[in-house]
Every structure is written in structure tokens, then in C-alpha cells.
């Protein structure tokens, strides 16, 4: 199909995955609104801690429609795909590389942490814990977030442990400031085509005349349960969906061998929003785990973010082709 696009290529991913640990050390809101994007490199060891520059180019690139998934200022492969999506987007050489052209293009004046007062509203609708088990999950009433840092982790598409270091003192009680990355609102267009690419794991959503309106880190499938192949098409979306649990339909979950309903809420199996598909039981959807986006696979679905998925959701309607390839190469337009 001529308007089936630019695929980002695996050389790209090389950088390894760090995964914050829950004692990250505190982190000054200047240092990221002062850092430099262009002092990253990819020669520099992966931090262990967030990085000030990192956390700064995760919202830069964020804002500019490429996704960088969770915003924890961790280098890894997500970055890399968001970094080769912006070059994409804008027409430039994809090498993701963050180049001069790259970090000018990307640069701006506004802040990148600003601060937030909790609100009543953000204390509420909370509940203690997620049970693990499905059968568990279906005596809920909802499955809602777990505290108020939580909650506003996913509303700035911060991971919680950036969220503690910005505020390593706070109780997130209702009238108290906090620290905040400030992502931008979602994009806006109608999308035409949709690329699930399962071996770079990316979504990427093309508009009518071919332009790339915005890519997405995502988990595509597993070993076990691959995800559907060729061209499907969206059906329709539901938000905030209950979700059908059927073993003999889907997949066993530990020893649940009955039909279960698990209860709407950002925690449940596919979070806050799903896409549903022409192809039956499959669609791309939202997650209670953002960190482990294109960390670990799924059960054939694609999985993104909670924000990354609503947004999607935003701009497309019944009858958007989606496609799924499986290339680690540009293919051209």
C-alpha cells in the first residue's frame, strides 16, 4: 500500500534497558529545567538514578509526538525508538541519533517540571491493592489506583519512582505542592493507517496523506501468544472497559478456569482504554504496568501506555486500516 511507511530499524535499540529501583535519590526540579540534552550520549553508561538530561529529552520528546513510553529518566531502547520517531516525523536521516539537528529541533523554552497542588478530587477513588489473581480482581468493585502518587504518575506520564525522587518528602495529601514533569496535551488529527510493527515494537499512526502524526513504544504479542498478522481494521473503543476474561478464548491465568468480569479501572488487564479490532479477541490497548512496556510480551494483543492508548484512541474512528508487520528496516513511503 503507498502509504505504508517508515518502519524504525533495530540498530537503533542499542542501549541498554535500566530499570529504576524505588530508592531513587532525590532529584531538584532545576537540574532538569537547567540540563542540557545535548550532553547525552550514547557512549555514557546507563544510570542507575534519573538523569536530569534524560528526563528533560523523555518530555521534549513526549510533547512532539513520539513517545518515549513511561517518563523516568532512564536511557534504554524506548528512548532510542522515540528519538528515530521524532527524525521520522520531521523528515530527517533515521539513525536515532540525538545530533545537533535533533536536540535544536526538540529544544525549547518552557519548563519541563512545574509544580501541582493535590487536589480532593486526586485522593479519591482509590483502593488499598491489586490482587494478582483474576478471580481476586473480579471481587473488586473497581480497579482503581492505589495511592495519589500513583494517580499522577500516569496523568504526567512519570514513572513512580521519578515521581518519589521529585518529591521525596511529600504524603501527596490534598493542598500539598508537588513536582510534575509537564508533558503537553495529547496530539490531535485523524489517523488513517495504523503500523503495529512486532519485531522494533512500535505503533505508529499515519494521517491520510501519508504524514506520521505519531509513534509509540508497545508490546506486540509474545512467543506464546503471537500477535495477529496482515490487515485488520478498528472496529471501535471503549474506555474504561470491563474486561471478559474467557481461559478456553484467551489464556489461562494461574489456576482460573472459569469466565470471570474484572471490573473497570486504570489497574485492570487492558487499563484504561481498548481499541477493539475486526480480528477477533485482539486489540491494542491500555496497561496497568507502563515501566514494562516492550519489556515483557502479551497475550497477542498490542499493549501501551494508559496516555499513549487514550490518545490513540482520540484520533481514530470504526474502519482504520491497521496493519502488522514484522521489519527492522525503513521501507519507503
Given amino acids: 500500500m503507498s502509504s505504508m511507511k517508515t518502519a524504525l530499524p533495530m540498530s537503533l535499540l542499542a542501549l541498554a534497558i535500566s530499570v529504576g529501583g524505588a530508592a531513587a ?76 539537528e535533533v536536540v535544536s529541533r526538540l529544544e525549547g523554552n518552557a519548563p519541563i517540571v512545574e509544580s501541582y497542588v493535590v487536589s480532593a478530587d486526586d485522593a479519591k477513588g482509590l483502593v488499598d491493592k491489586i490482587p494478582e489473581d483474576y478471580s481476586e480482581k473480579a471481587k473488586m468493585q473497581s480497579l482503581g489506583y492505589t495511592s495519589v502518587a500513583e494517580k499522577l504518575s500516569e496523568r504526567f506520564h512519570m514513572g513512580i519512582d521519578l515521581v518519589n525522587a521529585l518529591n521525596p518528602t511529600s504524603q501527596f495529601a490534598p493542598g500539598d505542592t508537588v513536582w510534575v514533569v509537564t508533558p503537553g496535551p495529547p496530539r490531535e488529527g485523524k489517523v488513517k493507517t495504523i503500523e503495529a510493527n512486532k519485531k522494533t515494537g512500535q505503533v505508529l499512526a499515519f494521517a491520510g ?72 479477541t485482539y486489540g491494542i490497548h491500555g496497561t496497568p504496568e507502563p515501566k514494562l512496556i516492550d519489556k515483557v510480551g502479551s497475550h497477542g494483543c498490542v499493549r501501551l501506555t494508559n496516555w499513549d492508548a487514550e490518545e490513540l484512541a482520540g484520533m481514530v474512528k470504526p474502519g482504520v486500516l491497521v496493519d502488522f508487520v514484522n521489519r527492522s528496516s525503513a521501507t519507503p513511503k
Fill in 209 to 280: 496523506d501519508g504524514s506520521l502524526l505519531a509513534v509509540y513504544p508497545a508490546t506486540i504479542g509474545s512467543e506464546d501468544n503471537p500477535a495477529p498478522s496482515g490487515k485488520h481494521k478498528v472496529k471501535g473503543v471503549a474506555r474504561m472497559p470491563v474486561y471478559r476474561y474467557d481461559p478456553k478464548r484467551n489464556f489461562k491465568q494461574g489456576k482460573n478456569d472459569k469466565v470471570l468480569t474484572i471490573p473497570k479501572g486504570p489497574n485492570g488487564p487492558v487499563g484504561t482504554v481498548w481499541i477493539d479490532l475486526t480480528e477477533p
Fill in 25 to 100: 535519590r532525590e532529584l531538584r526540579p532545576e537540574a532538569i529545567n537547567t540540563a542540557s540534552i545535548a550532553s547525552i550520549g550514547a557512549e555514557k553508561p546507563a544510570p542507575a538514578d534519573p538523569d536530569p538530561a534524560i528526563v528533560r529529552l523523555q518530555v521534549l520528546l513526549d510533547r512532539a509526538g513520539a513517545s518515549p513510553g513511561v517518563i523516568d529518566g532512564l536511557s534504554g531502547e524506548n528512548v532510542n525508538k522515540a528519538v528515530a520517531g521524532f527524525e521520522a516525523m520531521n523528515d530527517l536521516p533515521v539513525d536515532g541519533r540525538l545530533d545537533a
